[in-house]
């Protein structure tokens, strides 16, 4: 709440946060004081523990909305070039991310500012990060020295709605990357050429597993990007915790019966932090990491297991990280998505139970409750709401998962073997042209206008209230049945 909310006390910058987090702490410190020194609470036991637990929530509401303050006071101000935007000829800084292309080859990627150039030869410092288009020529250089290498970069500095961009005209490589930086582009690029196959013989599929493995979606076909959006199925491309959950399993396959179940989750920890370095820390790719971690402490035995909690407490140390991406719109949708198919998703799996087949009824209450929580904030920012996704969603993502397994097979044993690239090609040629006639035929579904937020979110609550009364009655039936052997 504190996060997403008082927009007016960070306008105040630390000052404002300061204030308010003393003024929360103040009220639950103050009143258990005041409860310590009160004769009538203490005489009486009952409502002297009453008022303690009344207390300690108050103080865990405190530390909450403190670290909500902390959190949106630690994500990054805008831009600040250190001169005019219309005097700015030239930026530089280091590169945060590897770039992305478009459909015409350029590119565009975040820097992290570290100085400024104007007209005149005017040199400034400058700070925060600021997103820059690059020009096609220079997008095979930035690829080749990575993520974490130095440049400057001439062109124009734009106003945008979404704030200040730079349109570079050219782009120099002032300094490599560091050893390990270096390291990770070698490999990363390495795996990408594997994944293209032959030379001369790049197969149809490579660009839907360069994406679905390592989440660059440079070569994927356009129309079949656009298809899983129509489908209502984009999630399916986004790295998230579907995709940590097939590289645990294999983990978990291969090493359980070697290690033992608690050796071989802290070896799938190891592997999953590296994988995230690798692929880059995209918000729903950290969640999903650290509700992994998570899981291995609890296996281990050092927390509760129960996934709704960790979820919460995924959140909390995701926002206190990384802050910044608690305002990305993944960010949001990966957190609701998952909390509606621990809550809503649950209740409607526990009604589906005798009445559908597992693997069916399984898939459609997670489908049901995740697209519930998400759809009043899919309607505030893309306007359409997608509901072919609740039934399309259990087709396409089993095939797509079965296409990473078998994607993450061919990188392997292809390599090793090289005459194995014939059977896999027309094995996953066959699952790429599957995927591909399920995305597009439920793309055909025309999608529901939603240009009222307000108006969704009236009706999520409306349909999670009736679920909920339908899912209590249909329980309480069921436990009044009398079982047919006792």
């Keep these: 709440m504190s996060f997403y909310s008082f927009p007016f006390l960070y306008s105040y910058g630390g000052s404002g946060v300061i204030a308010a987090t003393v003024l929360l702490w103040a009220i639950p410190l103050g009143f258990l004081f005041a409860l310590s020194q009160c004769p009538f609470f203490c005489a009486n036991d009952e409502i002297l523990l009453f008022f303690k637990k009344l207390g300690i929530l108050a103080v865990f509401g405190a530390s909450g909305f403190s670290l909500g303050f902390a959190a949106r006071a630690a994500v990054p101000a805008a831009p600040a070039p250190g001169l005019e935007p219309a005097r700015v000829t030239g930026v530089s800084g280091i590169l945060a991310e590897d770039p992305r292309l478009f459909n015409d080859n350029r590119g565009i990627g975040a820097l992290t500012l570290t100085g400024a150039a104007g007209r005149g030869g005017e040199r400034v410092s400058a700070k925060g990060k600021l997103q820059v288009f690059f020009p096609a020529e220079a997008v095979p250089g930035l690829k080749e020295f990575g993520r974490g290498c130095e440049i400057y970069t001439e062109g124009k500095l734009v106003e945008s709605e979404r704030g200040l961009l730079f349109r570079a005209s050219a782009v120099y490589i002032t300094k490599p990357a560091s050893v390990i930086e270096q390291f990770r582009t070698v490999f990363r690029t390495g795996l990408l050429e594997k994944l293209a196959g032959p030379p001369g013989n790049t197969p149809v599929w490579s660009g839907l597993a360069s994406a679905l493995l390592l989440g660059v979606r440079d070569n994927l076909d356009t129309s079949l990007q656009a298809g899983f959006r129509d489908a209502g199925c984009s999630h399916v491309l986004a790295l998230s915790g579907m ?30 932090v590296l994988y995230v370095y690798l692929a880059g820390a995209q918000p729903s790719l950290v969640r999903a990491a650290i509700m992994y971690l998570l899981g291995v402490v609890c296996l281990w035995g050092f927390l509760k297991k129960d996934a709704l909690n960790i979820l919460c407490l995924a959140f909390i140390i995701q926002l206190v990280m990384q802050s910044e991406s608690g305002l990305s719109v993944s960010f949001i949708l990966s957190y609701l998505a998952l909390a509606g198919i ?141 079982p047919f052997i006792n």
Excluded: W
Aim: glycine letters at 8%; one cysteine or more.
């Design 342 to 482: 621990l809550t809503i998703g649950e209740m409607i799996h526990e009604f589906f139970r005798g009445r559908l087949p597992e693997i069916l009824g399984g898939s459609l209450s997670a489908s049901i409750g995740a697209f519930l929580l998400t759809a009043p904030v899919v309607s505030l920012y893309f306007r359409t709401l997608q509901p072919v996704g609740l039934l399309a969603g259990i087709v396409i993502v089993p095939a797509a998962s079965l296409f990473m397994i078998l994607a993450l097979a061919a990188l392997v044993l292809v390599s090793l073997f090289p005459f194995l690239f014939a059977p896999f090609d027309f094995i996953l040629t066959l699952i790429y042209r599957a995927l591909d006639f399920m995305v597009s035929l439920a793309g055909k579904v025309r999608g529901l206008e939603a240009a009222n937020p307000l108006a969704v979110l009236a009706v999520v609550l409306v349909l999670c209230c009736l679920l909920v009364c339908l899912c209590s009655r249909d329980r309480r039936i069921r436990s009044t049945i009398a």
């Design 243 to 272: 995709h940590l959950a097939l590289f645990s399993a294999v983990i978990a396959f291969f090493l359980k019966r070697l290690m033992g179940v608690r050796a071989a989750s802290l070896a799938g920890g190891v592997f999953i």
